[in-house]
């Protein structure tokens, strides 16, 4: 399964197997996860063999079961920790799902477990993703549609703009609120522009939806095309 179908194929689950990580599928999961750290400045964590997350009363009101592994989500905090959180971190999301795992992004329906993960000196967590071999593979939401979230009104939009957004829309956001926009803005130096913006929530994580929704802009867009504004 290559990216652009793992996005397509990818959708949150909450019940999970009693089945162990392999070694295999460990190891590509924490190479992956220091790669990540260091190109995003943060301090992902992987999480195997502990149930005790995903066994109090928020957890049962997110209709979480048997979730025993998860990816703890934190870094320095920052101005932009969120949107950086949601971009690597849905690198991991997909890169699961080639695996074979399921996911499901997790803000407040899980309890901190002392001792099983470390954060350094002036580090926060933003939220867990819970990962494992799920009951099922999910389901798919209502999406909102390319015009609701494209504030561009040239006709004549780069083919690669459109399939970026689509893919964005396939992207998780809290609650499924989907409260990004993304723009055309044109051509300068030679190269497209795009912007991409957060809208106003309530729920909240529309920073970090939004991390999530240009990584998927970038996997189908094709991240040579453009630069973002």
């Known amino acids: 399964m290559t990216i652009q179908e793992a996005i397509e194929a990818r959708h949150s689950v909450r019940a999970y197997k009693e089945l162990p990580l392999s070694e295999e ?32 009363t928020l957890a049962k009101y997110g209709k979480f079961r048997g979730v025993s592994n998860y990816i703890v989500m934190a870094g320095k905090k920052a101005d932009d920790l969120d949107e950086r959180i949601g971009y690597y971190g849905e690198h991991l999301v997909l890169l699961a799902q080639t695996l074979g795992l399921n996911t499901c992004w997790v803000g407040l329906s ?53 399939k970026g957004v689509e893919a964005a829309l396939l992207a998780p956001t809290a609650v499924n609120q989907q409260k990004f926009s993304f723009e055309y803005v044109g051509v300068k130096n030679g190269r497209h522009l795009v912007h991409a913006r957060k809208g106003f929530s309530l729920v909240g994580y529309s920073q970090m939806d939004l991390g999530i929704a240009k990584y998927h802009f970038e996997v189908a867009a094709g991240k040579d095309n453009f630069d973002w504004v």
């Open 25 to 56: 599928v460990v190891k590509v999961l924490e190479e992956k996860i220091t790669e990540l750290n260091s190109k995003g400045q943060l301090h992902m964590q992987l999480i195997l063999n502990e149930p005790k997350a995903f066994q109090g």
């Open 110 to 162: 899980y309890s901190k477990v002392p001792g099983t993960y470390v954060l350094n000196d002036g580090e926060k967590i933003g939220c867990y993703i819970a990962i494992g071999y799920g009951e099922t593979q999910g389901t798919g939401h209502k999406i909102k549609s390319f015009e609701q979230v494209s504030k561009s009104n040239d006709g004549n939009l780069p083919s690669w703009f459109r």
